[in-house]
């Protein structure tokens, strides 16, 4: 199993750079060239949202990436370490307009990223969130150096 590490300031101009070593390895793993798109929108959206929750929360602390080869698998690992709230405590809290929106902005980020993936995991909390996403791989076409 060979994993590529990421971390990068909470940026925006940092995501496309995410984007794209997220779809050179993806490449190299064997994930279906006409799947790369998806990986790359994919990513984009996890560490536009990973940003988005660094900033509004004020947390310096660097977005997290993982690239991650296993057999017949390749996943992506985007993580944060904003403060989630469950929805009771949203409820309980009297929670301000921004607050819900930030909420609304939050979810329709995770829909979209669930409609480009099939096998994708949210986990959230108090600590921080991860988002986790996978693909099937093909075995890579064998390389020759000339």
């Known amino acids: 199993m060979a994993t590529v590490e990421l971390r990068f300031s909470a940026l925006p101009e940092h995501v496309r750079t995410a984007r794209l070593v ?4 993806a490449r190299r ?18 560490c536009s949202r990973a940003v988005g929750l660094h ?12 690239l991650i080869e296993e057999e017949k698998q390749f ?4 993580g944060d370490e904003a403060p989630h709230a469950v929805p009771a405590e949203r409820v309980a809290g ?3 307009a921004d607050a819900d929106v930030e909420a609304e902005e939050d979810e329709m980020g995770l829909a979209v990223i669930s409609g480009l993936v099939d096998d994708v995991e949210v986990t959230t909390g108090r600590d921080g969130g991860l988002i986790r996403m996978s693909w099937p791989t093909t075995v890579p076409p064998a390389v020759t150096l000339a």
């Open 22 to 25: 997220a779809a050179a390895v």
């Open 29 to 46: 793993a064997g994930v279906d060239e006409a799947v790369l798109d998806e990986v790359r929108l994919a990513v984009g959206e996890a």
């Open 55 to 66: 900033q509004v929360n004020a947390i310096t602390a660097p977005v997290k990436v993982a």
């Open 75 to 78: 996943s992506i690992e985007v």
């Open 94 to 96: 009297g929670a301000a």
